[in-house]
């Protein structure tokens, strides 16, 4: 199979490379530099992508790599910090920027004669962020763009077909970054892009297979996207060996628990055991008011749970957990490493005395995950169920929390939710839910007067809920919502749409 190696020296956007490199159907692996020699480099892969990283190569402490690899007939494109080092192993000549550092989007001048830059107009907008750049370039390179700071702004041997572009063609604010990496895979890896998904499936079902034959996994699942359809991969590679413990809180969605179960359990017919834990979150929830106690008091008994529940399953010998790429740069780069010796699960049992961890996608983005979950039969509205914390409703109920509490809140969150479905709006709305405020007004009802909750109604927009923006839901989805939770939510007298966004606000009310 046709591979392209992103060789790591250090740098944020190395999964992301990778990720755009498998847009076009062609598979891409991230390794460290340090963690791969130069005869594994040349008998596995068909092009090389260095990549960016926040040393300067002059520094001694800086990633460098065997400089044999710039003649081993593979070609190579350099990005950032991977473009310098090119540079410096070929005996080029790299400044730091002291009035020259460029940040943000700029305007690049490329000459289109050039492999690397088929397709491309003259001009066009990159995004650079660097303060080292390429003074001259090795001998035997020549410069093929410029911007008004950078002199060397991308070079190449065509010779030897190494490239090296100084800013990023990996994100999206580089107007032709797909077609430069496009460019690189097909004109000048000549790669055949033929992967897709149903690949990554089976090479990772043949894998898992292979290395876990005789051993028992568990698997935490949430009902979330990410641990279904890890679950749904690992069942695929090694059936009856996966046993998924799934715990019911109390605070899920309404109906949340029973549609896990009917999936996993009678869809897939796996080994699931459902735990429904609802009366001891509860007590140990009474009275408790504060937020961050509320999520510590729920993560502390996820693992009493645990422990009684692993006492039961006997001997298992590996948890299964569908950490997605965006959580492992969330808790810090680490080996990339398939199945790991250590583990840390933020919360999961230590108790259980595992041989490692298995993380089937660990290096996907969210949207190739959901295009794995659709290709192993997971029901669409699973596959794109909105996220949901781990704590669940507890951080949408302010104030203590109840059974009564909670199934107002599920009611009113299922009306509004099916009210945004009816308008078609549930996929282009990133999470949108209802909060259960402690604020209780009056309202009246017949000739009545209530005193009942007030609900508040949230939806927000997002890329990656790092910020996020209050969704412009239109005023008549609003109004049947409303008037529907009034009418059918005993006990709530109001609702009310909130409009904040992150920052200042957060997504979640606690
Ligand atoms: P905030 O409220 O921090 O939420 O703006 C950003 C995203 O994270 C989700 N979230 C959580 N997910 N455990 C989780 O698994 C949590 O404790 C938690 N708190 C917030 C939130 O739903 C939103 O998608």
Redesign the pocket.
């Known amino acids: 199979m046709e591979k392209i190696l992103v060789l790591d020296f250090g740098g944020q956007y190395d999964q992301l490379i990778a990720r755009r490199v498998r847009e076009h159907h062609v598979y891409a692996e991230v390794k460290p530099y340090n963690k791969i020699a130069l005869e594994e480099i040349k008998a596995e892969y068909r092009g090389i992508i260095f990549t960016g990283g926040p040393n300067s190569v002059y520094d001694p402490a800086s990633p460098h790599y065997d400089p044999a690899i710039l003649s081993a007939g593979l070609p190579i494109l350099g990005i950032c910090y991977g473009d310098q080092l090119m540079a410096y192993m070929a005996g080029g000549e790299i400044r730091n920027a002291e009035n020259s550092s460029e940040y943000g989007k700029i305007e690049v001048t490329v000459n289109p004669a050039s492999p690397l830059f088929e397709g491309l107009p003259e001009t066009s907008v990159c995004w650079m962020s660097h303060n080292d750049f390429v003074s001259a370039p090795p001998a035997g390179f020549e410069t093929i763009a410029t911007t008004a700071k950078c002199p060397c702004a991308a070079m190449s041997d065509e010779g030897r077909s190494l490239y090296g572009v100084q800013f990023h063609p990996e994100v999206t604010h580089t107007a032709y970054g797909k077609r430069i990496l496009q460019n690189f895979l097909f004109n000048i890896c000549r790669c055949a892009g033929d992967w897709n998904m149903e690949d990554f499936i089976e090479q990772s079902v043949a894998k898992y297979r292979r290395e876990l034959a005789g051993k028992r996994v568990l698997c935490a699942l949430s009902g979330g996207v990410d641990s279904s359809v890890a679950a749904v991969l690992m069942h695929k590679a090694i059936g009856d060996q996966l046993v998924c413990v799934f715990v019911d809180h109390g605070l899920l969605r309404k109906n949340e628990g029973d549609m896990v179960e009917s999936v996993f359990r009678h869809r897939f017919n796996m080994n699931l055991v459902r735990v429904n834990a609802e009366d001891r979150f509860l007590s140990k929830l009474a009275g408790v008011t504060e937020p961050e106690r509320k999520?510590k008091i729920i993560g502390e008994e996820f693992i009493r749970v645990f422990e009684d529940e692993g006492k039961k399953l006997g001997k298992m010998d590996y948890l299964a957990q569908g950490t997605i790429y965006p959580d492992v740069i969330e808790s810090g780069k680490g080996d990339a490493s398939v199945i790991k010796s250590h583990h840390n699960v933020g919360g999961l049992p230590d108790v259980i005395d595992f041989e490692g961890i298995v993380e089937p996608l660990r290096d996907l983005f969210k949207d190739e995950v959901r295009a794995t979950g659709l290709k192993l039969g997971i029901p669409e509205d699973l596959v794109y169920r909105q996220?949901?914390?781990?704590?669940g409703l507890a951080?949408r109920i302010i104030g203590e929390i109840t059974k009564e509490k909670a199934d107002t809140l599920r009611e009113a969150d299922a009306i509004f939710r099916e009210e945004i479905a009816n308008a078609g709006l549930d996929r282009s709305i990133a999470?949108y839910f209802a909060v259960l405020t402690d604020t209780r007004s009056v309202g009246v009802m017949g000739d009545a007067r209530t005193y009942g909750y007030t609900v508040a109604l949230r939806a927000v927009t997002t890329d990656d809920?790092m910020t996020?923006d209050w969704a412009r839901i239109p005023f008549e989805v609003l109004e049947r919502a409303s008037s529907r939770i009034t009418n059918e939510v005993r006990s709530v007298s109001r609702v009310t749409y909130d409009i904040t966004s992150?920052p200042p606000a957060?997504?979640?009310w606690e």
Do not use: I, W
């Open positions: 999520r996220p949901f914390p781990g704590p951080v999470q809920f996020a992150k957060t997504v979640e």
